[in-house]
């Protein structure tokens, strides 16, 4: 199968879709939602319900009829119950405002992350290119010993040159076969390092696309202002913009604290109702009846029939109790804070110092990037200077090879002089090399920090 071609953009795409400390951060982004319709939530009245069924034995009060029975009793209650915060100093309003700001500085976070991977991509990306560069290099050298060590060696037949010389060459080509066999690993541990960013398997069969490096459109980076470069960093990257809105959550904390000391309005609504083994009769009617009643008139004794009315009883089903026993009703409570232990008091402490750590954190953050964006504009002014010295060094030392390469060829100077203004050219073109590869990272480095899409082309 061929090899798939991968681009940078194509990398740092596909880093930012497996990337998991991008994945833990929509995560949290998720959770600062949920916290949000939470505190949101706390306007809405609550709705509660409850059951409970108890048996007890002995001399007790039955809660349907509130007399004392001397029986077992199973009684069975239900309830239903809703509560409305009215005031509570505005710490709902706060508490939403502050989870907004969380939401959206977790949204910060989670770019700053995925600005942060596609810096890592890109600085192992370029390295495999040096590394892939170089191993090319190495092979044209070798190619070019090699068939200096044929010319040789047919002078050598002819008769022009000493056999020794050929040494000099073949000591040439094993330095080079080494070179390559080094350059060979250095590509495979770059890729490694590569898919590991991309989180693939170390066998995957990749090949990065190479960009025209001398095509790129480069700012200079001695035009390039530290003030302008760290404002815009300030004031636009998803670090800073996250730690502003955090300070400003922590602020909010502070008044979110001091409303326990406010005073706390409520209103709630009940229902309930229940039921009782021994509360299961009722009267339905009256019958009337003659009572005889045994009296003594003037001494004699005498029977006297009066009427009277006889309850009609009928049993009480479960429901009907239920009916019969339903309750319900309202109350405002208004709870004033007086003394809570100092509880109070101590959470404003601990949200004031809060904000404290936040804004030492962000005055860390600040420090390191004026580091950070010194040493990146430092460098890149260095790697500039460094790649346009190395260019007229490789011109001096070109210009000396191709003297020394006439004079070799006149038999002017032995194999050895000559080796030795070619390692010294070849040499430089490796630091060329590096000095280029340097350059364009440390410029990425600084559009990385003005904001703008890391890109070869």
């Not at 009916?323 to 232990?341: F, Q």
């Not at 030795?420 to 480095?445: G, H």
Request: hydrophobic share 40%.
């Amino acid at each position: 199968m061929a090899q798939e071609i991968w681009t940078l953009e194509k990398c740092i795409s596909h880093a930012r879709n497996n990337s998991l400390n991008i994945k833990e951060g929509n995560i949290g982004v998720q959770n600062a939602e949920i916290d949000l319709l939470n505190a949101k939530a706390e306007k809405l009245p609550n709705v509660n319900g409850s059951t409970s069924l108890n048996l007890n034995f002995g001399r007790r009060i039955d809660p349907t009829t509130n007399d004392f029975v001397d029986t077992r009793v199973t009684t069975n209650s239900f309830n239903l119950s809703s509560g409305v915060t009215i005031y509570n100093g505005g710490r709902i309003n706060k508490g939403i405002e502050q989870s907004e700001l969380n939401l959206e500085a977790s949204k910060l976070d989670v770019d700053q992350t995925r600005n942060d991977v596609a810096l890592s991509v890109a600085s192992a990306y370029l390295d495999v290119l040096f590394s892939e560069e170089t191993l090319t290099n190495s092979k044209k050298q070798l190619d070019i010993v090699q068939e200096q060590l044929k010319q040789i060696d047919k002078l050598i037949e002819a008769g022009t040159r000493p056999r020794n010389e050929r040494l000099d060459l073949l000591a040439r080509i094993a330095g080079i076969e080494q070179t390559i066999i080094t350059n060979e690993n250095n590509i495979t541990i770059n890729l490694l390092r590569l898919k590991q960013l991309l989180f693939l398997e170390p066998e995957n069969d990749i090949k990065i696309e190479a960009p025209n490096i001398d095509a790129l459109t480069i700012v200079d980076p001695d035009q390039i202002s530290f003030g302008e470069t760290y404002n815009y960093a300030v004031e636009n990257q998803p670090l800073f913009k996250s730690r502003n809105i955090r300070k400003e959550a922590a602020e909010l904390g502070i008044d979110i604290a001091n409303t326990g000391n406010a005073p706390n309005l409520s209103f709630g609504v009940g229902l309930g109702t229940s039921a009782s083994s021994v509360n299961n009769q009722k009267v339905v009617g009256f019958n009337p009846i003659l009572v005889q009643s045994n009296v003594v008139i003037n001494g004699v004794p005498s029977i006297i029939e009066t009427e009277s009315l006889s309850p009609i009883i009928d049993r009480k089903t479960y429901f009907n109790q239920l009916d019969e026993n339903l309750g319900y009703g309202g109350s405002l409570t208004l709870s004033l804070p007086i003394y809570d232990r100092g509880f109070t008091k101590n959470s404003v402490e601990r949200a004031k110092l809060n904000v404290i750590s936040n804004e030492l954190a962000e005055e860390r953050e600040k420090q390191a990037l004026k580091i950070d964006i010194q040493n990146a504009i430092t460098s890149a002014r260095a790697a500039k200077k460094q790649m346009e010295a190395s260019v007229k060094t490789l011109e001096s030392l070109s210009l000396a090879f191709e003297n020394a390469k006439k004079r070799f060829e006149l038999g002017a100077i032995n194999t050895f002089d000559y080796i030795t203004a070619q390692n010294s050219m070849e040499a430089e073109e490796i630091n060329l090399l590096i000095a280029k590869y340097q350059y364009i990272f440390r410029l990425k480095v600084i559009d990385f920090y003005q904001g703008k899409e890391i890109r070869l082309n």
